[in-house]
């Protein structure tokens, strides 16, 4: 079985300062990891995922997310915040060994304030 | 590449009545999903296919119905809309390489009264 959770359903952040939308995940085996962000009345759109390797993982729009196997999670950070993250994240994970089906966490809502 | 592709984008259906969501990819993709997405509950997933012939029940299939017979192609069919079926809906595709994300379609928006 497979599980993610996103304690927080929103995250407040100035502009400027550095932000953390948290993620722990659950997997039998070894994970694949996922982070999304969620524009108004868009689709979800891939950030970055953590395959394997370096625990320290950068994708798009100056995003990064850091694998930590001993406490099973994989926060995505940015160092500085702009007003313009504001939107919806979503982690999801899927077990290596397993299905094709990832399970997504329900959502984590950041809003930066100018 | 246009990715994944949904149609229509907004949707106003009375109780009883039937509609289907269309969805189509154009990388190729042999994984395909639909998803509802209620607010503040994540993503649902309602059906999914691992190639043309071939599609299996989520968590929520209750009320709707799949068909995959083309590798492109991955419609949605509502039969009897009930108010509890009002939400957003997205397709979503994969790639058979496992380490691969979802590329995911803007979505239906429907509602049923």
């Known amino acids: 079985a497979q599980s993610v959770a996103q304690p927080e359903d929103q995250v407040n952040v100035a502009e400027g300062n550095p932000l953390t939308v948290k993620c722990t995940y659950s997997v039998s085996g070894n994970p694949y990891l996922f982070w999304y962000v969620q524009y108004p009345n868009r689709g979800l759109q891939f950030l970055l995922k953590y395959i394997t390797g370096d625990n320290l993982v950068k994708g798009s729009y100056g995003f990064e997310a850091e694998f930590n196997k001993s406490q099973t999670s994989f926060h995505l950070k940015k160092p500085s915040a702009l007003v313009s993250d504001s939107a919806l994240y979503f982690c999801a994970v899927r077990d290596k060994g397993g299905s094709y089906i990832p399970t997504f966490g329900r959502g984590t809502s950041l809003i930066v304030h100018p | 590449n246009a990715g994944v592709t949904q149609t229509p984008k907004f949707r106003i259906l009375k109780i009883g009545q039937s509609m289907t969501l269309q969805c189509t990819q154009d990388m190729n993709h042999n994984y395909m999903y639909w998803y509802r997405q209620d607010p503040g509950m994540g993503l649902k997933l309602i059906y999914y296919?691992?190639?043309?012939?071939?599609?299996d029940k989520g968590e929520v299939p209750n009320g709707y119905n799949v068909s995959r017979s083309t590798t492109e192609d991955f419609p949605l069919r509502l039969e009897l809309a009930a108010p509890s079926q009002t939400s957003v809906y997205f397709c979503?595709?994969?790639?058979?390489?496992?380490?691969?994300?979802?590329?995911f379609g803007d979505g239906t928006r429907l509602s049923i009264l």
């Open positions: 296919s691992v190639g043309a012939g071939i599609t």
């Open positions: 979503a595709s994969t790639s058979d390489r496992g380490n691969q994300p979802q590329h």
